[in-house]
């Protein structure tokens, strides 16, 4: 049986994490990923991801009963990734999660064979993205392009011990993401097996 993997996949806000997971979901079950679902304290609406969607009380109250794996706190929301995850890496499996650049070392104390991947986006098609979004204030946008210059250089973030991070540039089109991107997972699959 191979060995489970994960594989965390962060960037900034607006960055489209979201819509590039969406846009290679036939690929990425192809290659044999399971993609988690993450609990967000905010309705699955308003979320722009399949997460679901829950009330900071009803939040607690899972963490309380050990049904997170991972859990954070960013940008006044809570994220929590299902201890499901842990059966699939058991069994194998390959996993993919949208986690947190600020959150990568306590992911690493946990899972320290995970593939971090950093999905990049230069800072004008990030305003950009976010204003046409729709869902912050512009000093919200202001808030999180501030979070990013703190958090987007690849050195303040990656003080792991995996053996390196890797990155997808997502500022041209989203084909090219996704085609980088799955390029990358087959890479750390064929890696995986030979090494």
């Known amino acids: 049986m191979r ?16 819509s590039l997971i969406d846009a290679a979901r036939f690929q990425l079950a192809a290659l044999g990923i399971d993609v988690v679902r993450r609990v967000i304290t905010r309705s699955a609406e308003a979320s722009g991801e399949q997460a679901l969607g829950v009330t900071r009380e009803a939040f607690a109250h899972m ?3 050990g049904r997170f794996a991972l859990d954070w706190e960013a940008n006044g929301l809570r994220y929590g990734i299902p201890v499901e995850i842990d059966q699939a890496l058991a069994k194998g499996r390959w996993v993919l999660m949208n986690g947190s650049r600020g959150h990568l070392q306590s992911a ?6 995970l593939f971090p991947v950093l999905v990049t986006v230069s800072d004008s098609v990030l305003r950009q993205r976010l204003v046409v979004r729709g869902r912050e204030t512009e000093a919200e946008i202001d808030d999180r392009l ?5 958090l987007g250089n690849t050195d303040s973030i990656w003080q792991g011990t995996a053996a390196a991070l890797y990155e997808v540039d997502n500022s041209t089109t989203l084909g090219e993401a996704v085609e980088a991107f799955i390029a990358l ?5 064929l890696n995986a097996v030979e090494g």
């Open 63 to 65: 963490a309380c009963q």
């Open 146 to 150: 501030s979070r990013n210059a703190v």
């Open 3 to 18: 060995q489970g993997r994960l594989i965390y996949l962060m960037g900034a806000s607006g960055a489209g994490k979201d």
């Open 185 to 189: 997972i087959d890479r750390l699959q």
């Open 108 to 113: 690493l104390g946990r899972y320290p064979t």
